[in-house]
């Protein structure tokens, strides 16, 4: 039986994706500032992590869910943060992309690569936190998680975040550092698909001759 009760989980995610420019909303009544941005993505951890302990089977005790919560969201806020920290280091990067797709040049920029080092910033942060959160999920929850689960959670997640800047990009012909719910909720529900589907695999082969699967 799988540990997360996806229908529920899935249900409750829909309700986040409400919840969460909402929850902006009353942030920007803060005063500007590092705590209304860092508490801003803290925000998206919370909202995350709390569909998920809801859709535990069997339940959990208070102690671990506020744990769990709690670390979703100090990892969510620290996210931006690391991948501000390797932006020098990514930009190098930046002529070989332009070199492969110079077509990227022409998205709405004020300066030629400007949208590449931006890209490049944010599918960082995309792969860090899904790495985070993903070794977080295994330690709490899923056990099971392999190797091959996790590198099916970064591409997806990286696909979710990619596609979240370059489709409006593209239509819209603008630089837009991709503010509102879209990447997040895209990046949401890329990992939770994940989990499914990396469950889903392991209930599959659950029956095959000396396939042993480990459970919680």
Same mark, same amino acid.
């Given at each position: ?27 920007? $009544? ?9 508490? %801003? ?8 992590? %709390? ?54 040049? %022409? ?93 889903? $695999?392991?209930? %599959? ?12």
């Amino acid at each position: 039986m799988r540990v997360l009760a996806y229908g529920r989980h899935f249900l409750l995610l829909s309700f986040a994706a409400l919840i969460l420019p909402l929850g902006w909303l009353a942030l920007d $009544t803060l005063p500007a500032g590092d705590p209304r941005f860092w508490t %801003s993505f803290a925000l998206v951890g919370v909202l995350h992590a %709390s569909s998920i302990v809801v859709a535990v089977r069997g339940g959990t005790t208070a102690k671990r869910a506020i744990a769990f919560v709690g670390f979703a969201a100090a990892l969510s806020a620290v996210t931006p943060f690391v991948a501000l920290l390797a932006a020098p280091v990514l930009e190098l990067a930046v002529p070989a992309v332009l070199r492969v797709i110079p077509s990227l040049r %022409s998205i709405g920029d004020s300066t030629p690569g400007d949208s590449i080092r931006f890209l490049l910033v944010v599918l960082f942060a995309s792969a860090f936190g899904s790495s985070g959160y993903w070794l977080l999920i295994r330690t709490f929850w899923l056990k099971s998680l392999r190797l091959g689960d996790w590198l099916r959670t970064v591409g997806l997640c990286l696909t979710a975040t990619f596609l979240a800047f370059l489709v409006p990009a593209v239509l819209s012909s603008i630089n837009r550092d991709i503010a509102g719910p879209l990447p997040s909720v895209l990046w949401w529900f890329a990992f939770s698909v994940s989990l499914y589907w990396s469950e889903d $695999t392991e209930k %599959s082969s659950a029956g095959e001759p000396g396939m042993a699967i480990e459970h919680l």
